[in-house]
């Protein structure tokens, strides 16, 4: 399973986490590198790359449920994210710039 930088950062921090990981931890994510995107950006990119875990079965979200979407606030790792989020830690991540 493919899985982008930032996705295999958000599985490891849920994994560190033992309930409910607030989203507003994962903005630290950006703070690593001189280019990073506008604030707006970022938390759109982190959005999309929670729902796309969510699609996945990785991850479970807790949020507000609007009439047009979902507003997810928290995340809970799921038993098939928790088995890839280890085998992930296992890994050497990349430097970045």
């Known amino acids: 399973m493919q899985l982008s930088a930032l996705q295999k950062y958000i599985l490891q921090q849920c994994c560190y986490e033992k309930n409910k990981l607030n989203r507003s931890k994962l903005l630290s994510f950006y703070g690593r590198g001189s280019k990073s995107p506008k604030k707006n950006d970022q938390i759109n990119i ?9 699609g996945r079965g990785l991850l479970v979200g807790f949020g507000v ?10 995340t809970k790792v799921t038993p098939k ?10 890994q050497q991540m990349k430097l970045f710039n």
């Open 46 to 54: 982190i959005t999309k790359s929670i729902e796309r875990l969510i």
């Open 65 to 74: 449920r609007t009439t047009e979407k979902w507003f997810i606030k928290e």
């Open 81 to 90: 994210g928790r088995k890839l989020g280890r085998k992930l830690l296992g």
